[in-house]
């Protein structure tokens, strides 16, 4: 394949040779010697019995599950390409698993961003149990689909004994697999509900740590008013679900991220004022200005700017009179600026004698871990794109812009291994096509059956994949139809 390598890493042989680097005293012939071991890390070793933990049945065969080489290679299929020598879009066919392991070659600290939205086991959208040999078979008997001999079954119920401990060993080596793609300054972010967010916290703070756990940000969610038609409900309507946020290293820090105002926000759209003088020493800044002459520091702006900014504010004053409410001033400004298309700068004599400048209001406010202002929009996106309704649990194409825009710089690689309908690879594509960036995505999807009576099926899509691979290619051609010149499809 020209794209990537896609024979398998050996994990195991590989983490023995870091280990060999960090402590070479603690190999003896070729293995460990873990009494030598424990010597040099001295204090760090717990020698207690007890300690603060969290397992379950199967802990070990995950963790042992991420570490065996996989037996699959990775076929490029240029017939169903668009652009494949030129794309920068990857989508994989096939258990995230195997492919996951298949990527550490090529993408070992190569990806910066990944996203994953796997299934909350709702006890109808989950599992099946990692057995190479058939995993489509397998994922439809565990799902539920068919029984061991095809038949068609309904799903999984949710009183399964096996319920956490199922999803807990699917999630585990997956995400101990993308730990090892991401590059040192990389993030996760991974959709959750209620059912598991506390299990997925356990085992991240144990596969990435906790000092790399960044926010739980809460994210709104389609209710389902489904509980109106009883008299009495046994809990309230939900309307939120998770993004859990991590980053690969403990002391990762990123850009000052902003969102929009929002209605009880409206207050903070209000311009402001600020002190004209500072503490920074330039004589040539020292002019007078309301009969002021600083003996030290500095005026802000040179004179000819601050006598301007003195004149618009005289202007209003005329105009508008002397009490003038705060949001008049900002009107007055936005439209000056709107009709002589440049800046106008207001400078006047604060209530305490001092000049003071003119701040605008600003257009955002810095994010915080409560993103009610993405709408679950991300049915009406997908039926926009394909014409149909052909997927349950789409997330918004804004939720994900907003995460790539915060994250990505604009040569990053993003990938997600649970792709569905493939919203994160239209977003990577509608955030280049906005910033001329040329992001990455790389997109793992089962090739899981679409329900015979879905929209999907009927509309001739067999399996999700097939569904998420036609996504990319209409995506693209819109964004390119719509921003011509641009890197954002292909
Ligand atoms: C909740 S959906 C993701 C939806 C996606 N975020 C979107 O916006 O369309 C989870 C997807 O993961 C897929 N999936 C589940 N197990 C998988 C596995 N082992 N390998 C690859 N994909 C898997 C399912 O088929 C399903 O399409």
Redesign the pocket.
Known sequence: MDKMDGKTMDIVAENVSKLKELFPEAFTEGKVDFNVLKAVLRSFVDEHNERYSFTWNGKSKARMIAQTPSTGTLRPCKEESVDWDTTSNIFIE????E?LKLLQKSYHKKVKMIYI????NTGK?F??KDNYQD?IKN?KEVTGQVDSKGRNLSSNPETSGRYHTDWLN?MYP?LKLGRSLLKDDGVIFI?IGKEEIHNLTSIMNEIFGEECHKNIIVIRRGIKNVQAQFETIDSFNRGHEYLLFYSKSANYRFGKCSVPYEGDDEYHKEGSWNNHWRGTDRPTMRYELFGIKPPTGQWRWGEKRSTKAKENWIKICDELGEEIPQSQIDKWVADKERKKNCKIDLLRLSSTGKPEHYIRPSLGKLASDFWSDIKPN?GSQ?KSCMGGAY?D???SVDLLARLIDFMCQENDTVL?????????AHAVMQVNAKDGGKRKSIM???P?ACDEKSEACKAGYQT?AEL?KERIRRAAAKIKEENPGTAGGG
Do not use: C, H
């Open positions: 096939g258990d995230n698993l492919v939205d796997p299934p909350y959208d599992v099946y995993n994922y699917m997956r959709s991300g997908l997927f649990t789409p997330k997600d291994y649970f792709a569905g309908s493939a919203t994160t793992v999807q089962l899981e999700i998420g």
